[in-house]
């Protein structure tokens, strides 16, 4: 398997423009996760579904993100405005199941600049 | 709520150095222990786990004991090159919150030659 697959690498765009952010998980797994990781808050949890359907959204810092699961091999992070306070590496990372002994298994990131 | 706390870094060590990170946890229940690691430029990847009280992970030299007496689970080498320089993360998570897991600040390390 190729792993999490994230796309784009790198993002650069201006403050008020809309950025997506993609995400391939792994085959048969169940859980995706979405994180945003800065120097100034280390690694944050902003979202993640199991078996498409968000289950707990509680780190999503304000109404201009907005996370989707339209299928079990592709999601989107979009934050509409953006933000120079947006600006961090943004990692996807799935899991199989449900145990709490699983790992989870992270994307390469996409960097994130918002000028 | 869970929480994990790792010695603060930044952490510099010689090549051949002895390693430990410290990670204390605070959880309800039996959660499952991981040691992540982030090269420059990549994502976490797990680097060893345990999954009950007094299992030893271990990977690459690298080991890890879960403690659930002083719920610790510190990582420890014995021996580490610069190829080991990287971000540590010390995780949790419960089987009752479906899959979430917890993640320490992080601790960097740097081995010089």
């Known amino acids: 398997d190729a792993g999490v697959i994230q796309s784009p690498r790198h993002e650069v765009t201006e403050m008020g423009q809309e950025v997506t952010l993609r995400c391939k998980p792994i085959s048969g797994h169940d859980y995706l996760f979405w994180y945003r990781q800065t120097m100034m808050r280390g690694l944050e949890l902003l979202i993640y579904f199991n078996n498409n359907v968000p289950i707990d959204d509680s780190g999503m810092p304000e109404d201009r993100f907005s996370a989707k699961m339209p299928n079990a091999s592709f999601s989107t992070l979009k934050i509409q405005p953006s933000e120079p306070r947006d600006s961090a590496v943004y990692f996807c990372a799935s899991s199989p199941g449900t145990s709490g002994r699983e790992t989870q298994y992270f994307g390469p990131g996409t960097r994130l600049t918002v000028l | 709520g869970d929480s994990v706390t790792q010695m603060e870094g930044p952490v510099t060590l010689s090549e051949e150095a002895f390693l430990t990170i410290n990670c204390t946890y605070t959880?309800?229940?039996?959660?499952?222990l991981f040691w992540y690691v982030q090269y420059p430029g990549e994502g976490l990847q797990l680097l060893l786990k345990?999954?009950?009280?007094?299992d030893k992970g271990s990977n690459k030299g690298f080991e890890a004991t879960y403690r659930k007496e002083t719920t610790s689970f510190h990582l420890e080498k014995g021996s580490v090159q610069v190829s080991d320089s990287a971000v540590y993360f010390c995780a949790l998570t419960r089987n009752t919150n479906a899959g979430k897991s917890t993640f320490g600040d992080g601790t960097t390390l740097t081995v010089k030659p």
């Open positions: 345990a999954t009950k009280a007094d």
């Open positions: 959880a309800t229940g039996y959660p499952s």
